[in-house]
């Protein structure tokens, strides 16, 4: 039977903020983090008045937000929107001179540099993709550019019936290089719609949206389309966390991978969380015609 985490007698109370307090979330410059109901947390991009266009501060925050409730046990799943009228305008465009500035003036450093950059934007996403608890994007209006990207790097993806998906890079000048052409062909499945979308920054809207793959659900209006998510994040935390969280990380790892190999690291994986108490007590909790829901498990 494994044994619980119990805190040393006098381990000071983290202080509020920081992610092992299961009270007040972390707060940012430009997300907003609300925790909804036990181990639920909502987190929106919070840029309103700019449509919530990603800076680098965003970027930023982003990717030590994911890092933190990677980390969180408090922490089950998460859902990600936008705060006003559009999930993101994409990179905040007046930033896209700062990724070439202060860079030195030799090409290979120069080169050498920027790719440095690149790879933390990419790192933003990346670890929303990492953290072992389930992602759900909740995407209502524009959701452009870098919002392709991002969404890509999420579990779960839900739409209102305004959303409008654009892979607007090349309008840009530019290949994307922060997830979409490496995620998307793996969501979608057509590599001819992926090509078409990339090519030409069509704008996609929900009910392709949801023909294609790249949603699940499409809800009538922002307020159905949180409701609904966060519901949805409610029940994967009420389940075992050893499991969710097994789940994710198997399913990432055979994503990429043949058959054989995405066998051979659950077993792996499985000697060891098998063992596990959750699974005596899911078991008990079926037998007496309980769900999940009341079975109070242990923080992970
Ligand atoms: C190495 C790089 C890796 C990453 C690459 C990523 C690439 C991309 O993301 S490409 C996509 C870039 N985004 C766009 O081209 C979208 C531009 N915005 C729009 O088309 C519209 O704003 C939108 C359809 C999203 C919303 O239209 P709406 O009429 O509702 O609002 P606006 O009046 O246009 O905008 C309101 C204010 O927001 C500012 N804003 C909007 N988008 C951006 C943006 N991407 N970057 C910076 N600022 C943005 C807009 O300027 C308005 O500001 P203000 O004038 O101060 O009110």
Request: glycine residues 6%.
């Amino acid at each position: 039977m494994a044994s619980k985490a119990v805190k040393a007698p006098g381990t000071p109370r983290a202080p509020p903020g920081t992610p092992q307090d299961s009270g007040s979330p972390r707060e940012f410059e430009t997300l907003r983090l609300q925790r909804e109901g036990g181990h639920v947390l909502h987190l929106q991009l919070n840029r309103p008045q700019k449509r919530n266009a990603l800076n680098l501060q965003c970027w930023r925050e982003l990717r030590e937000c994911f890092q933190e409730l990677s980390q969180d046990p408090s922490c089950r799943a998460i859902v990600v929107s936008g705060a006003g009228s559009a999930f993101t305008a994409g990179i905040d465009l007046s930033d896209f001179a700062l990724l070439v500035a202060d860079l030195p003036e030799d090409v290979a450093r120069r080169a050498w540099g920027l790719r440095q950059k690149v790879v933390e934007l990419q790192e933003s996403f990346t670890a929303m993709e990492r953290c072992p608890k389930p992602v759900i994007a909740a995407v209502h209006g524009p959701c452009i550019g870098a919002g392709v990207d991002l969404i890509s790097a999420c579990d779960i993806r839900f739409c209102s019936q305004d959303a409008a998906f654009q892979v607007k890079e090349v309008d840009m000048g530019l290949a994307a290089d922060v997830g979409t052409l490496q995620r998307l062909p793996k969501i979608v499945g057509s590599q001819s719609l992926v090509n078409e979308l990339a090519f030409t920054a069509r704008v996609m809207r929900a009910p392709e949206a949801l023909t294609c793959g790249l949603v699940s659900r499409v809800l009538p209006d922002k307020e159905t389309l949180l409701e609904v998510a966060l519901g949805v994040a409610s029940a994967i935390a009420a389940r075992s966390p050893v499991a969710v969280q097994g789940t994710k990380v198997n399913l990432l790892y055979s994503r990429d991978r043949p058959v054989s190999e995405g066998l051979h690291h659950v077993a792996t994986w499985n000697m060891a969380m098998l063992q596990t108490e959750d699974i005596p007590k899911s078991v008990q909790a079926a037998l007496d015609k309980k769900g999940p829901e009341d079975v109070p498990f242990a923080k992970l």
